[in-house]
């Protein structure tokens, strides 16, 4: 889809006009059709309020173009405009109107920020999974412009940044929204490969007898129940070479498909299971991002990719196993195999990658959702400045987050019997199974400053509304993204 700016629009053919509008202000605004606009507050038919839309149609030299009214409420931000937009320019797809402007010239208030976020509800909200239906669900809207009343360089950027973010969301979408038997730690790796072809990313796939050379012999244990051969994606992005003491680690959760294993889970829940490398999708296309945006700024992308699968050779509980950082893990519930992977991942990252803090993204409990939603993601850290970014990268991308405890006095739980500790709270009526999660990754971050975010209630959408679509959500893509750019500020 083509993005632009434009200070005028009334010398060009548009299917569609959305003017978003601050409640109480319609009488203040100017259109092209005044008339129309005129009878509208004449009749009291439109406020403003929040989300509310009025639809009319006009003719305009000829041609027949839709025009929206849009409420963004009395004190419009970012995010009402993101998903207020989003409702819009569903409707808008929907329609197949080809060539849609937005007019944000008697916006009050308006900021590129604000531009930024219509932008990014533009491109998701046109997001389509259709290659496998029998015939492509209408084209949506091809060309996207957006009308403020100057074209400063702030607003310019906005939309790059916007470009960079929607895009990269959309990307993720896809990785996701593959069934697992298509999208497989080797075609998850092709497709790191082919995104960040011919980009200053570095890509480089360990296939499993690398990985036991490497000594990532945990994660090795998840995948092993399969006949998919595991994956190590390890992607390298050097834009501060002039600090090269500097060096983020983003690792991504990357199981392209988790049947539970011996912990077999209900059919219910399998159904989606593919989107349990959502994290690791989220790390691949917040690289691109970044890269795409030039930022100055080191950073690790890991994504330790495999199936958890059932069969004669998988592992199963009551297993004892190794560790790249050397402790052995009891195995209480198959189930709980993203922490595992992880727990290599991240001891990979400080061992061979020269990282300096990390972020990790998962989705790692079904905890989580009962905590805080499908809407905001959980947050566990041990360096608030670390998380800081994130919390910045949160606001910018109103992808929400909200920290959440690691309570020491959870890890007890995880005590065994046998090894250094168990991988889940399992037989445990304690709860808090969203923390205990983070406590088995933390106890092998140890003291690298780290943020973990739990996306497990996050990733996947079940109903189709503004910026989301039914399946994968990518979410954490722009998050990430808009963390690395909090990060390059400084
Ligand atoms: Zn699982």
Redo the contacts with the bound molecule.
């Keep these: 889809m083509k993005l632009d700016l434009c200070i005028g629009y009334e010398q060009r053919a548009w299917d569609g006009v959305v003017v978003p509008v601050r409640e109480g202000t319609l009488n203040r605004l100017r259109l092209p059709c005044d008339g129309e606009l005129q009878a509208i507050c004449g009749q009291g038919a439109f406020s403003g309020r929040r989300d509310e839309v009025y639809r009319f149609t006009t003719l305009q030299a000829g041609r027949i173009v839709q025009y929206f009214l849009l409420g963004l409420g009395p004190v419009p931000d970012p995010e009402t405009m993101l998903h207020s937009c989003g409702t819009v320019y569903r409707q808008c797809h929907g329609l197949s109107l080809s060539r849609v402007v937005t007019d944000l010239r008697g916006l009050e208030g308006m900021t590129p920020p604000m531009l930024q976020k219509a932008a990014e509800a533009m491109l998701l909200s046109g997001y389509r999974f259709d290659k496998y239906k029998s015939s492509p669900d209408p084209a949506g809207v091809s060309e996207a412009a957006f009308c403020c009343a100057c074209q400063e360089e702030a607003f310019r950027q906005a939309l790059d940044q916007a470009a960079a973010g929607g895009e990269a969301a959309c990307l993720a979408r896809d990785l996701i929204n593959e069934p697992p038997t298509v999208m497989t730690p080797e075609k998850l790796a092709e497709a790191a490969g082919k995104i960040l072809a011919d980009t200053p990313v570095q890509v480089r796939v360990y296939g499993r007898e690398e990985i036991r050379q490497l000594g990532l012999t945990a994660f090795l244990e998840v995948g092993k129940g399969s006949i998919q051969e595991p994956k190590l994606i390890v992607m390298t992005y050097n834009g501060d070479p002039g600090r090269p003491e500097r060096r983020l680690g983003l690792i991504g959760k990357g199981?392209t498909y988790?049947s539970?294993?011996y912990?077999l889970?209900s059919s219910e829940f399998m159904e989606t299971?593919q989107h349990?490398m959502s994290g690791g999708a989220a790390v691949i296309c917040a690289l691109w991002a970044a890269q795409a945006r030039g930022l100055a700024l080191n950073v690790t992308g890991i994504v330790a990719a495999c199936e958890?699968k059932l069969s004669a050779t998988a592992y199963v509980p009551g297993d004892v196993i190794h560790s790249m950082s050397g402790r052995y893990i009891e195995v209480n519930n198959?189930?709980?195999?993203?922490r595992i992977t992880l727990a290599d991942a991240v001891t990979y990252a400080k061992q061979c990658c020269g990282v300096d803090r990390i972020i990790d993204i998962a989705t790692l409990t079904d905890g989580i959702q009962t905590a805080l939603g499908d809407r905001r993601c959980g947050l566990f850290t041990n360096d608030h400045t670390l998380s800081a970014y994130v919390e910045a990268g949160a606001t910018a991308s109103c992808e929400r987050v909200w920290e959440l405890p690691c309570d020491e006095n959870l890890r007890r739980v995880l005590d065994s019997r046998v090894a250094h500790l168990k991988n889940s709270a399992m037989g445990s009526s304690v709860g808090g199974y969203a923390t205990v999660g983070a406590m088995f990754v933390k106890e092998f971050v140890e003291d690298t400053p780290w943020v973990h975010l739990d996306i497990g209630g996050t990733a996947w959408s079940r109903s189709c509304e503004g910026i989301y679509a039914k399946g994968g959500i990518g979410f954490g893509t722009r998050l990430l993204f808009e963390t690395m750019c909090e990060m390059e500020k400084g």
């Design positions: 199981l988790d539970g294993g912990s889970q299971m349990d958890n198959t189930d709980a195999e993203g």
